[in-house]
């Protein structure tokens, strides 16, 4: 065990896994030399040489093309886009090509690629540094979507992600990468894929959530049980396959359910989550299924603190599904 | 600047000795064997078509000395990424007639389970990988795979096809860019057929030519008369050389002309002035070949017609086989979605075998 921060995780899963497996590459700008802008490649460049930290031109749909060939011979390329932001000129690669290979070609050809990026805002980066684009890749057939909130969580999944025969886009809230301090078990420890986890157990209302929502999430939990509610928290982890039964089973202990995340309001997962809770625990609950959600506007910078979900918001939807 | 085109066969039949690649007589036949079951797999596709017995149908009819001229320079462990008009090539690199055809059915002779509208097909085992309908994504792909192989240290080339309006793409600048990059064993194709759809060449770019483009990458450029199979073979098989040798990437330019509309959902007669496809028409690859055969000694009518006749009946007896098979299971719908099935796809499985209940 040692004590570090999540971007330190990220670093060591990728030192680790790199040693473990020959097959793993990675790839994007800035990575090799610079350690990436945000430094979770630091040093590896160094360590590894510059053919397997391999700093590419600036084009995201190359990166992500070269990736998806690299995987289809056998290699397990890891990709980082420098920001979530910038994913969009690769989305045809991700969505149409990444994700559709194993489907089209009827499990001939797999592209187990691991699609790094920093995501979320909190970070005074405005529309350009601090988007939550995850709606995207769990509405495409063919995709992990994980999202860590834990330096643990974050070497764990990552590990499995780089494990996984599937592609997996990996977001990480980059607002937690120097904030989130914990635990990290040492090498060799995964965290599966596919599995919530249970931040904090209570009986009157769950609050589901991932990334950098949970802390917020838990700050609710901490203020509503000062006034004698007892606050569930699920951290996703994974967001897509998700633990289905995790959410399910918590809410038909608690009859109550919030969805929290900073993505916009509309068609965001959380939607996708109330349904899913509707369908199959409706005879469970007591209230209907709050969103507590960024605004469906485009990210803001100057009113960045207003746009985020904060305990606050939580709070009130809490209440409000207690008193419903 | 204008690069020089690179021709074999001479109007009258015979091959400059300078260009010409040498092929022994057996390779000769087979190129010519390989042309015309290519046009007869297109007459039979736009047949069956027309007919209602498959959905769509996309030929290379005009282009079969690019298809077999480039496919017939790839060596076992190359690397194919087709665009969708590349069947020659795939059945060149050992792609099953039965499979191809099996896919334009989409039934369970299809081993893709019928996952893709026709002419989207591929080989794992021959290393042609499946065919996407968004043009130019599969050059940066084939750049990895050329990346892995260098890594690796493995002499194969990987070639990636695509055509005049794929160069338009950001895929293609980015590919190129990163191949001269990396210097990666990659091959760049174009089969500059002259339309992309409707649009002629002049829509998509302003260059001389689209080979020129491959000097802002700082890799060689290299235009080929795409209806000479025998200049096509020359000038493919040495940028494949050069690329196995860790000499860097190729583009080439095939000039040729697609014959037929873009697939069978597409009516060329609507901006095509039929005196100019008469003109390449007088221009037909199979027919310039045969010329050249017929000059060596190599073939002669009867033989001719007799290679077209058994080329059809190839084609016939596979489609009556593939034709028969069942349709593919309901069940195959929520399969190879991912390696194991999710829950989510589970229950939807369940509805494939319900499906009152969905």
Not at chain 1, 131 to 153: K, R, W
Request: glycine share 10%; aromatic share 8%; net charge negative.
């Amino acid at each position: 065990m040692a004590t570090m921060t999540l971007v330190q995780a990220i670093h060591d899963a990728l030192g680790e896994e790199m040693e473990r497996d020959p097959r793993i590459v990675l790839l994007g700008e800035d990575i090799g030399k610079n350690g990436g802008v945000f430094r979770a490649t630091e040093g590896l460049w160094e360590r590894f040489g510059a053919e397997r930290v391999i700093d590419t031109p600036l084009a995201e749909a190359g990166i992500v093309g070269m990736a998806i060939g690299m995987a289809l011979d056998g290699l397990r390329p890891v990709a980082e886009i420098q920001f979530a932001d910038f994913i969009y000129p690769a989305f045809d690669q991700i969505v149409s090509e990444l994700a559709k290979f194993r489907y089209r070609s009827a499990g001939q050809f797999t592209a187990p690629v691991v699609i790094r990026a920093p995501s979320g805002g909190g970070i005074k980066g405005g529309h350009y540094h601090s988007q939550s684009p995850e709606a995207y890749f769990i509405h495409t057939a063919g995709l992990n979507v994980v999202m860590p909130s834990t330096p643990a969580d974050a070497k764990g999944l990552l590990a499995s992600a780089m494990r996984d025969p599937d592609p997996v886009i990996f977001l990480e809230p980059k607002a937690l990468y120097r904030t989130a301090k914990g635990e990290v078990p040492d090498a060799g420890s995964a965290v599966p894929l596919g599995k919530a986890r249970i931040v904090r157990k209570g009986s009157d209302v769950t609050v589901v959530t991932y990334g950098a929502t949970v802390r917020v999430a838990e700050e609710a939990a901490a203020q509503a049980e000062g006034e004698g509610t007892a606050v569930e928290v699920i951290d996703l982890r994974t967001l897509w396959p998700m633990d289905i039964e995790a959410v399910i089973g918590s809410v038909e202990k608690t009859g109550r359910a919030v969805v929290l995340h900073e993505a916009p309001r509309t068609c965001g997962f959380g939607a996708e989550l109330a349904a899913l809770i509707q369908e199959k625990a409706f005879l469970h609950l007591k209230a209907p299924v709050a969103r507590v959600t960024g605004f469906d506007t485009p990210f803001p910078y100057a009113l960045e603190k207003l746009y985020l979900p904060d305990a606050r918001r939580t709070r009130n939807a809490i209440a409000a599904a207690l008193s419903f | 600047m204008e690069l020089p085109l690179r021709v074999v066969l001479r109007e009258d039949g015979s091959a400059d000795p300078e260009l010409d690649p040498g092929l022994d007589d057996e390779a000769l036949r087979i190129l010519f064997r390989k042309m015309a079951l290519l046009r007869a797999l297109d007459e039979k596709g736009l047949n069956l078509q027309r007919a209602g017995r498959i959905g769509f149908y996309i030929g290379a009819t005009g282009q079969e000395a690019a298809e077999i001229g480039s496919g017939f320079a790839l060596e076992e462990g190359d690397w194919v990424f087709p665009s969708y008009r590349d069947q020659g090539v795939a059945l060149l690199q050992g792609y099953p007639l039965s499979e191809l055809i099996g896919q334009l059915f989409g039934n369970s002779s299809d081993v893709t389970k019928g996952r893709q509208m026709p002419n989207h097909w591929c080989d794992r085992a021959a290393r042609v990988v499946s065919v996407s309908s968004p043009v130019a994504t599969q050059l940066p792909q084939a750049v990895g795979t050329a990346y892995a192989a260098k890594l690796r240290g493995e002499k194969i080339a990987v070639i990636g096809y695509f055509g005049d309006g794929g160069s338009s793409t950001g895929e293609f600048h980015a590919a190129m860019n990163f191949a001269g990059v990396f210097r990666t064993p990659n091959v760049f194709f174009c089969s500059n057929n002259r339309y992309a759809i409707s649009l002629p060449v002049a829509r998509q770019t302003a260059a001389a030519s689209i080979a020129a483009k491959a000097a802002a990458y700082g890799i060689p450029g290299v235009r080929v008369d795409g209806n000479d199979v025998l200049a096509v073979f020359r000038v493919t098989r040495d940028a494949l050389e050069r690329a196995r040798a860790g000499e860097g990437p190729t583009l080439i330019e095939a000039l040729t002309y697609r014959i037929g509309s873009h697939s069978t959902s597409d009516d060329a007669t609507r901006y095509r002035p039929a005196e100019e496809v008469e003109a390449w028409r007088g221009k037909d690859p199979i027919k310039r070949f045969a010329a050249h055969l017929k000059q060596r000694g190599l073939l002669d009518d009867p033989e001719e017609k007799a290679v077209f006749e058994e080329a059809r009946e190839e084609v016939r007896r596979t489609v009556a086989v593939c034709e028969a098979a069942p349709p593919v299971p309901p069940e195959s719908l929520v399969e190879d979605v991912y390696a194991e099935m999710p829950w989510h796809l589970e229950e939807q499985r369940e509805w494939t075998r319900m499906p009152e209940k969905r």
